[in-house]
């Protein structure tokens, strides 16, 4: 049992990744449109954030040092200081939308409209990184957001057409266009392979006190929870297709993506799903929040963590604090939560090479890994990333305008 | 014999973050350092600095005069400075730098602590409590290391050959508080062109991957050169005027430079060439100088 438990750091941060609030809608509406089409862009995600990941938690187990660190050590004050605006930016919008999110779902659960719930769930969300321990937040939320497996078994009840699912996996539907296929290629990818999650991965790690010795628990981390949420996103994306996709609906609210799931698996498998919902987008909503702080205190090498008590990172809970009073006036705002991530997310693939690259170059650096430096296969896969990551990063903001977002 | 520790000011020890060896407290970061020039006219590490005074105008532009005056403002003193920390104090230096002495503590996380933090129940009391002294000032004649970077470098005839991209540092100086050597200047680190940070590709023995990015890196900053402070003619803040002309100058051999490496050393070993070929010793992340005594 406590090699499950052991696990749960990687799926809480892949779930605040991959099956978010953003990324909720974000499969259910590629898979309306797209079908099975895109479903190579968030394996690429994948395979790509198992990387990333890897790499950063191996860095914080030898070294002790959280990817911030590294971002302002090779980068330099300026540049480290672009990218942490750029991230907090990212994070404090993601936060909001994830508040948002929480409160979408007890909506769904209870009627009650959802912006009466936002400050209820902000504040539990506080005196959630308030009070209660690293470890004890990382098992609740990553176990209770494992609910969101109902999809799969969801997609296995509703009997689709797998041969019909399986063609589609090369044939884009010929009604998009090129620009619009790419653009949620771009968004998907960057749903999968989120800053945040790697900020969050690795200073949980050093929450967790991770040490050479821990590096095995490190590599099961990434490699169950990141494919985790990918094959849950897949599974989203596959239930879309089979409900959506024949009859040319489009969605674009929770509550429509939710349907396929009561198709599927009945009652019981609505209310898991909200459950999981709930669980999920709770669970990133405490990512994002505790991000926030990680990466401003890591970039001025505040005292940060929970690994003490908080009158000694004051700073560090003061940014915690401001950060999510911030998220919750936005959502209050009443600003459409979905549409705030679908941005996000395409302004983090733009920002992505900034902290990819200084993770790339300390995995390799002996003065911080010793022996334990990057092998030949992680420096392969990690070049055809960057060069990858790159190319995205400077296709991001023009594709978003040339298709007005995706429309 | 063995050599005196060599290290990159700009590679390791800026912008790296610094912890208590007492109770693994995260400090700060190296925002600058502070150097004082030695009786033979070369100058060498006195202290770490940080704090917004510091970082404020290595980040430049309006943010980081906005950083500088905001703190002046609210600091009491008529000429405030950065914190300093005595590079005497500092007891390994890797991944990061870990400090001895009393506990110290910034300004601005007692001010969060006092203001937000304790008001807030369940923030945890009675921790024991950091000393409050105000920073000390720094010593007259006090100069920072970041305003050599990026330093324009003029050979003997005026000749431009280009500009500082890191400052060689080697520890055979002054005895500090009795303890350890000083990190002395070694010389510098000159590009041709303005092509940003070296990134720890400078060091060898053949570079750390992955391979393309190295390449690239190595390619941006082909032509550079190693200047030893006994070619510096004449340095101000506007440039490094050297006493020889550029083709006496010994090219910069990348995977050559010899880093991390050595534990402190007597002063007075060492003392030849700096483009020594030799091999780099392993150099992990325990290869930190540890104090001499």
Redesign the interface.
């Given at each position: 049992m406590k090699k499950v438990f052991a696990v749960t750091l990687g799926v809480l941060t892949a779930f605040g990744g991959f099956v978010d609030i953003g990324d909720l809608v974000a499969n259910a509406l590629v898979g309306s449109r797209f079908g099975m089409s895109l479903a190579w862009v968030v394996v690429v995600g994948v395979v790509g954030i198992c990387l990333f990941a890897e790499m950063s938690g191996r860095i914080a187990a030898?070294?002790?040092?959280p990817v911030f660190?590294l971002v302002?050590?090779?980068?330099?004050?300026?540049t480290?200081?672009v990218n942490l605006v750029a991230s907090f930016f990212i994070n404090v919008l993601t936060l909001a939308a994830e508040i948002g999110g929480a409160a979408l779902a007890l909506e769904l659960a209870t009627g009650v409209n959802y912006l009466l719930w936002v400050p209820g769930v902000a504040l539990v969300a506080w005196l959630v990184m308030?009070?209660v321990k690293f470890t004890t937040m990382e098992r609740v939320f990553g176990l209770a957001g494992l609910a969101l497996i109902v999809f799969a078994v969801a997609l296995w009840q509703l009997g689709p057409d797998w041969a019909e699912l399986g063609r589609q996996l090369t044939n884009p539907p010929p009604d998009e266009g090129a620009p619009t296929y790419w653009y949620y290629a771009i968004a998907l990818l960057g749903g999968a392979m989120t800053p945040y999650e790697v900020f969050f991965f690795s200073s949980g790690g050093v929450e967790e006190h991770w040490s050479r010795r821990d590096l095995a628990v490190e590599r099961a981390n990434v490699l169950v929870g990141f494919p985790l949420g990918g094959f849950l996103s897949l599974a989203i994306a596959g239930c879309a297709a089979t409900v959506f996709l024949p009859v040319q609906a489009q969605v674009d609210t929770l509550s429509q993506m939710l349907l396929p799931a009561g198709l599927g698996a009945g009652q019981i498998g609505l209310v898991l799903v909200i459950f999981g919902v709930f669980a999920a987008t709770f669970g990133a909503t405490l990512e994002t929040a505790l991000s926030s702080g990680y990466t401003i205190s890591q970039y001025?090498?505040?005292?940060?963590g929970k690994f003490?008590?908080?009158?000694?990172a004051?700073?560090f809970?003061?940014v915690v604090?401001a950060g999510v009073i911030v998220a919750t006036a936005l959502i209050l705002t009443t600003i459409d939560p979905i549409k705030v991530t679908e941005y996000s997310l395409v302004f983090s693939a733009a920002a992505l090479p900034l902290t990819y690259?200084p993770v790339?170059?300390i995995a390799?650096?002996?003065?911080?890994?010793?022996?334990k430096?990057?092998g030949r296969f992680s420096?392969?896969l990690?070049?055809v990333y960057?060069v990858l990551l790159v190319v995205v990063a400077a296709a991001a903001i023009p594709l978003m305008i040339a298709t007005k977002a995706g429309q | 014999m063995t050599a005196a520790r060599r290290l990159h000011a700009?590679l390791?020890l800026?912008?790296?973050?610094?912890i208590h060896s007492g109770d693994g407290?995260?400090?700060?970061?190296v925002?600058d350092l502070e150097l004082a020039t030695g009786s033979d006219g070369r100058p060498y590490v006195t202290a770490i600095l940080?704090g917004p005074l510091a970082?404020g105008p290595?980040?430049?532009g309006v943010?980081g005069r906005l950083m500088v005056a905001v703190t002046e403002m609210l600091r009491p003193e008529e000429h405030p400075g950065p914190r300093r920390i005595p590079m005497a104090l500092v007891s390994d230096i890797?991944?990061?730098l870990v400090i001895g002495g009393r506990p110290l503590e910034?300004a601005?996380?007692?001010w969060?602590?006092r203001t937000?933090?304790?008001p807030?129940p369940?923030?945890?009391?009675a921790?024991p409590g950091a000393s409050a002294h105000l920073p000390e000032a720094a010593p007259p004649g006090a100069a920072r290391l970041s305003p050599l970077l990026r330093l324009r470098v003029t050979d003997a005839e005026g000749q431009e050959v280009g500009q500082v991209a890191d400052v060689g540092l080697r520890q055979d100086g002054p005895l500090l508080a009795g303890v350890q050597h000083a990190l002395r200047i070694d010389g510098f680190i000159v590009v041709p062109r303005h092509t940003g940070?070296l990134?720890?590709y400078e060091r060898g023995p053949g570079g750390?991957?992955?391979?393309?990015?190295r390449a690239i890196v190595r390619l941006l900053h082909r032509g550079s050169r190693f200047v030893g402070w006994e070619q510096v003619g004449d340095l101000t803040g506007d440039g490094i005027r050297l006493s020889v002309p550029e083709r006496d100058l010994e090219p910069f051999v990348f995977g050559r430079a010899k880093t991390?490496e050595g534990r402190s050393a007597p002063l007075g070993s060492g003392g030849g060439k700096e483009s020594g070929g030799g091999k780099e010793s392993?150099?992990?992340?325990?290869?930190g100088g540890g104090k001499d005594s």
């Open positions: 030898v070294s002790g040092r660190d302002r050590e090779r980068l330099g004050p300026r480290g200081l308030w009070r001025f090498g505040w005292q940060w003490v008590r908080p009158r000694q004051a700073r809970h003061a604090l690259l790339l170059m390799n650096d002996p003065d911080y890994m010793g022996q430096v990057n420096n392969a990690g070049t960057m | 700009e390791h800026l912008d790296r973050q610094v407290r995260l400090v700060c970061k925002d940080a970082l290595r980040v430049g943010l890797g991944s990061a910034m601005l996380e007692r969060a602590r937000v933090i304790d807030i369940g923030s945890g009391h921790a940070r990134f720890g750390y991957g992955p391979g393309p990015v991390g392993g150099g992990g992340k325990e290869s």
